[in-house]
């Protein structure tokens, strides 16, 4: 407890050590006893909330404090199988005892045997149904059968609405039925498996089958290390109804660019975004509201290794006038426009759309996924060679955006590489920006747009993956002119689409793979080297009209 004294005057001064403290009776529990400094003590055997009065006395004067001493609470329950060590079973037919022992917030420990009301805990046993449990906990095994250990194929809390019945097969074999809890509360069945064995050398062995044919349920523990299938040992029991798998959850809600657990879980190796290296090809990469610099910098590297493209969002919170002055920027320290720069582009400003999770009320979104539409559907109709951008380049489903960008603030930041949104009166909302973050115009980087970084990494992939057959060839003239000619028929297919510029194959790609760039040493080595070039198209992005005026000659 303090005293504090009040004067006239207005000040104040610390009295705890001088007053005279003393207390009143307590309304349950012990009296307490209250020392010269202040400490409150004694109060004990409180089992209700206890209230009662300290006074401080100084001078003639009093002050009074009310306290109220809460009881303690009960936090945590101890279940002890009896024997020693406790017993882990219970054989069939058998009855097993159990004991219970509460703690308390204040650090007491109290033994939950039905001696009071208080102190009489409810048994109860989770399915499936092995075992009986009386009030005073007494469990008694039911008939024999072995038991099952499944787990949902995946986590999240879906799991928790699967349902799992066992039935009787033939020859002492037995079924399995998965359903799944409907929003309507009906149960619908999933999948179901029949006449299992627990016998390892049957064809239909339950561990084999499952693990193999099930889409929903696995055998596999994923809560050790590492994940190791439950074998069971005996055939189950018939169940009397399903029963439903439980401890599904989808964890916390992690928000990127926010206390770094989202930028660590998704740099994860080999977790995160590396689970794509197991996908065969993919060309787009989107991290919707990811604004941090350096985890922006590792995906950049990343997508470089992958010859695949990443579309970056700027931070919330920025504004058009920062963004002149800073150039593409993120939310945290750090160069946006380094080394594998030339694999990603930056847009502003973020969208407005309806949010189906809020009524469908307009929120601001990060443009990433919107500008990535607008890459696919310009990739289909136009090819990867034509800038996803312009006024056919339109966002879907957008209802407005942050900022209305004029045309003096969209001529300040495209040359800095930030790719604006823009919304015309005639057109809608629209990308109106082609540049990669390598694209400032003080870079001078021949990846300067989007369309022609792109173009390259798609030659590159669809050579890779078109020139597999050449391995194991003999590496030689032969050879070569057959490279010569299936790479010029894919590059010759490209350049009457409208991929390159120039008006002639000559002026538009080459294709050199002869014993100049394979020399010896490197056939030696097993190397066959291939070199592609081709001639870009440049976007327009400025529209210079000059007018002049025709004097009239007399």
């Known amino acids: 407890m303090k005293a504090t004294g009040i004067y006239a005057d207005g000040t ?55 306290v109220t001493v809460n009881p303690p609470v009960l936090q945590s329950i101890k279940v002890t199988a009896a024997g020693t060590p406790p017993a882990t079973s219970i054989p069939s037919g058998a009855t097993l005892n159990f004991s219970a022992q509460g703690t308390y917030s204040d650090g007491t420990e109290v033994p939950l045997n039905g001696s009071t009301p208080a102190t009489t805990p409810a048994w109860s046993t989770s399915p499936p149904g092995l075992a009986n449990v009386t009030s005073l906990g007494v469990a008694s095994a039911l008939a024999a059968g072995g038991s099952l250990t499944l787990f949902a194929n995946n986590p999240g809390a879906w799991g928790n609405n699967l349902r799992v019945s066992v039935t009787a097969g033939s020859s002492g074999k037995f079924n399995i039925l998965v359903q799944q809890v409907g929003t309507s509360g009906q149960l619908q069945t999933l999948e179901s498996f029949v006449n299992l064995s627990v016998s390892s050398t049957d064809p ?100 470089n290794l992958k ?24 939310s945290t320290p750090g160069s946006l426009t380094e080394e594998y720069a030339s694999n990603s582009a930056y847009y502003f400003p973020w969208v407005q759309a309806p949010d189906p999770l809020f009524g469908n009320r307009p929120t601001y979104f990060p443009p990433c996924g919107f500008v990535a539409g607008i890459y696919a559907a310009t990739d289909a109709s136009r090819g990867v060679w034509k800038a996803p951008a312009g006024i056919n380049a339109g966002l ?38 082609a540049r990669t973050l390598a694209g ?14 792109r173009l390259a990494l798609f030659l590159e992939s669809s050579l890779y993956d078109g020139t597999q057959w050449v391995v194991f060839e003999p590496n030689d003239e032969t050879l070569w002119g057959q490279i010569r000619l299936n790479v010029g028929t894919f590059l010759q297919g490209l350049f009457l689409q409208g991929a390159f510029a120039g008006t002639t194959p000559a002026q538009a790609y080459f294709v050199k793979c002869d014993a100049e760039n394979n020399p010896g040493p490197s056939v030696a080595l097993g190397i066959v080297n291939i070199l592609v070039g081709f001639a870009p198209l440049y976007p327009a992005e400025f529209v210079v009209i000059q007018i002049q005026q025709i004097a009239q000659s007399s």
């Open 12 to 66: 104040s001064a610390d009295l705890t050590g001088s007053v005279a403290w003393t207390t009143s009776a307590w309304t349950a529990g012990t009296d307490a006893t209250i020392l010269p400094s202040g400490l409150l003590s004694g109060i004990a055997g409180v089992t209700a909330a206890s209230t009662g009065s300290i006074q401080a006395a100084w001078q003639g004067q009093t002050g009074t404090a009310s």
């Open 204 to 303: 239909q062995y339950v561990v084999r089958v499952i693990d193999n044919d099930s889409n929903y349920i696995t055998f596999v523990n994923p809560n050790v290390n590492p994940p190791a299938a439950v074998v069971p040992t005996a055939a189950p029991s018939p169940t009397q109804a399903p029963i439903a798998l439980s401890g599904g959850a989808d964890g916390d809600v992690l928000v990127p660019a926010s206390d770094q657990n989202f930028e660590l879980a998704l740099l994860n190796k080999p977790l995160g975004v590396y689970l794509l290296d197991r996908v065969d090809i993919f060309n787009l990469l989107c991290i919707p509201a990811e604004t941090d610099a350096p985890t922006i910098q590792d995906l950049q590297q990343y997508c």
């Open 307 to 330: 010859r695949a493209f990443y579309i970056v969002d700027p931070p919330h919170a920025i504004k058009t006038s920062s963004l002149i002055s800073s150039g593409p920027v993120g």
């Open 396 to 433: 879907t489903g957008v209802s407005g955006l942050q900022y209305l960008l004029t045309d003096a603030e969209n001529g300040s930041l495209n040359p800095q590489a930030v790719n604006c949104l823009r919304q015309f009166k005639v057109y809608g909302d629209v990308v109106w920006g």
């Open 440 to 453: 400032n115009d003080q870079a001078g980087s021949e990846y300067k747009y989007i369309p022609i970084r």
